[in-house]
């Protein structure tokens, strides 16, 4: 059932035995896991079911760090959360990313991938993806023909990653989901439910109940056996720093470990390959396999990383020329939108995306109004611009001068653990009355080395395998860093440990000193590993549920219906 919680009476107090807060792919994950159990469950989304300004202004918030997007814009707050945004890239970490590294400080996981990979595929399920499987070994005889085409190096230490894609049906969970939840009868979600502080007892050792406000100014309350904070990398730190009413300096921040550790997937732009030969699928290009989307990259073995005391990294080489006609095609979109001026660009995007200006655009185009002054002109006159464009790029004289192996080199790299990169409160207060956050993003000289030592390599690799040659642009001053962007992947701020010294929660996601308060997401990543979050944030979700349903007492104390009663 959906309630929204306008229509509640103001001090309600909704009693439930779990309460998971945030609607997202880890939120989302969880309530469907716990669907049709002994037990009752309230799933509490800030936003409705569409995109609402006034909720989405609630995560505007204050970069000071590296250039970084703004923070409205990197996530999404209505039901669904960042699935309304993201492309479905899904594969799971690779081995080396839970093992202590000793050349990276704050490396390693409680546990190994072994133990994770039974969640992973049960992931890989309830993301409707393909077998669970990304050696690419295992798909060379579906693709025939094209498994000739590998880049035959002649060492190994390039290895070929591959992704995953999820279906267009599945990609967006409120949508995918929002009938499997609605029917099932344990589970209650709450929309326009904004948690503002999470209470205790008196010693903190325990949650009693939270408080939701709503954007009208009035409030109510939700009391549970088990609370889980699924909100995001951003929000989770936010909420536990600002449930500072019995401890000072947050909620499970005894060591002031809450907020620290940001990490983000680095990404730029770092130079040109020109192919010996067309760029194979396996240099970085995408298709489809049976019913299975699949994209690969570039990347270097783990033998490689030890070697050169690296974090991990990949490389897709996408062909210069192929860019160029989806720039065109880009702008073509947007002048059929009719423009009135550079101040109406930011809203010119795809139906959900539209309020999200940033988004992809955002990797390769600064936020320099600048930029979008001349984005602008090049709009308004596209017309005059396009034909002559047009013209030259489709003539018989350019195409037969056409370069398809000339590629630009796409970096994504690993961000190694650094507590001085972190997310803080800010003085500024949002409309509900919370603290905005400031999020001050470091990255660390063995990130800087990584990208400059794996761009040696590999030109290296293709030079003496006669297959390219790579032109970098990265300079040895400061000039190349400042075009890094980020993924929207926010990592790491309630990092696990076993030890509550180095982590917020421990290897069941429970926050250290707190017996009944559960993070999901990937703000519970020691570290980022190389691959997009959301299939280990799915994965860590599963196992955690199976975890909680494992301790509920199924035939004793237990909510018989969801139970709303006044507190005055």
């Not at 498994?147 to 599945?170: K, M, S, V």
């Not at 690296?310 to 160029?324: G, H, I, K, Q, S």
């Not at 047009?390 to 018989?396: D, E, H, I, P, T």
């Not at 030109?459 to 929207?488: K, M, P």
């Amino acid at each position: 059932m959906f309630i929204d919680a306008l229509t509640l009476p103001e001090d309600t107090l909704v009693e439930t035995d779990i309460c998971i807060i945030g609607g997202g792919a880890a939120g989302i994950t969880l309530a469907r896991e716990f669907s049709n159990q002994p037990y009752q469950v309230c799933l509490l989304e800030s936003g409705g079911l569409d995109y609402g300004e006034a909720t989405q202004s609630l995560y505007t918030g204050e970069n000071v760090g590296v250039n970084y997007f703004p923070l409205k814009e990197a996530r999404a707050r209505y039901f669904g959360g960042s699935t309304n945004l993201w492309a479905g890239w899904s594969r799971p970490l690779d081995d080396i990313d839970f093992e202590d590294r000793p050349w990276m400080p704050y490396s390693g996981w409680p546990f190994t991938k072994a133990e994770l990979d039974p969640y992973y595929k049960r992931a890989q399920k309830a993301c409707k993806l393909g077998p669970y499987e990304y050696d690419l070994a295992y798909w060379e005889e579906a693709l025939g023909e094209l498994q000739r085409r590998q880049l035959p190096f002649l060492t190994e230490q390039i290895a070929t990653y591959l992704w995953q894609i999820i279906p267009p049906t599945h990609l967006h969970f409120g949508e995918a989901y929002r009938a499997e939840l609605e029917q099932a009868r344990n589970i209650n979600t709450i929309l326009s439910a904004n948690v503002v502080e999470i209470e205790t007892n008196d010693t903190a050792q325990a949650v009693t109940r939270l408080r939701v406000a709503r954007l009208d100014g009035k409030q109510f309350w939700v009391a549970a056996k088990v609370f889980i904070l699924a909100v995001g990398g951003i929000e989770n730190p936010r909420l536990l720093l600002g449930s500072n009413q019995v401890q000072s300096n947050g909620l499970g921040n005894q060591y002031d470990l809450v907020g620290r550790f940001f990490m983000e997937h680095p990404y730029l732009i770092s130079g040109k390959m020109r192919l010996s030969s067309p760029a194979p699928l396996y240099a970085g290009r995408s298709c489809q396999i049976g019913e299975t989307f699949i994209a690969t990259a570039l990347g270097l073995s783990k033998e490689v990383q030890e070697r050169e005391q690296m974090v991990n990294f990949c490389a897709r080489l996408l062909p210069f020329e192929e860019e160029w006609i989806k720039a065109f095609q880009r702008l073509k979109r947007l002048k059929n939108r009719q423009p009135t001026g550079h101040q109406a660009f930011p809203t010119l995007k795809e139906q959900r995306r539209k309020y999200f200006p940033t988004i992809k655009e955002g990797r390769k185009y600064d936020s320099d109004p600048t930029f979008i002054q001349d984005l602008a002109t090049t709009i308004a006159n596209f017309d005059r611009i396009a034909a002559k464009a047009y013209a030259k790029l489709f003539s018989k004289k350019s195409l037969s001068a056409a370069q398809p192996n000339l590629c630009n080199t796409h970096l994504i790299g690993e961000q190694a653990p650094n507590p001085d990169s972190r997310i803080t409160l800010s003085r500024e207060r949002d409309s509900l009355g919370l603290n905005r956050v400031q999020l001050d993003w470091r990255l660390s000289p063995i990130d800087k080395y990584t990208i400059e030592r794996s761009q040696q390599i590999i030109a290296e690799e293709f030079a003496r395998s006669g297959l390219g040659q790579l032109q970098s642009e990265l300079t040895e001053d400061d000039t190349s860093w400042q075009s890094v962007r980020g993924s929207y992947h926010h990592i790491g701020t309630t990092r696990m440990s076993i030890n509550p010294k180095q982590g917020v929660v421990n290897e069941q996601c429970q926050v250290h000193g707190v017996s009944n308060l559960y993070v999901a997401g990937s703000s519970v990543f020691p570290t980022s590993g190389l691959s997009n979050p959301t299939l280990t944030i799915i994965a860590l979700a599963v196992r955690l549920a199976d975890h909680i349903k494992e301790h509920m007492d199924s035939s004793a104390g237990v909510t018989k219906g969801l139970e709303v009663t006044s507190t005055k």
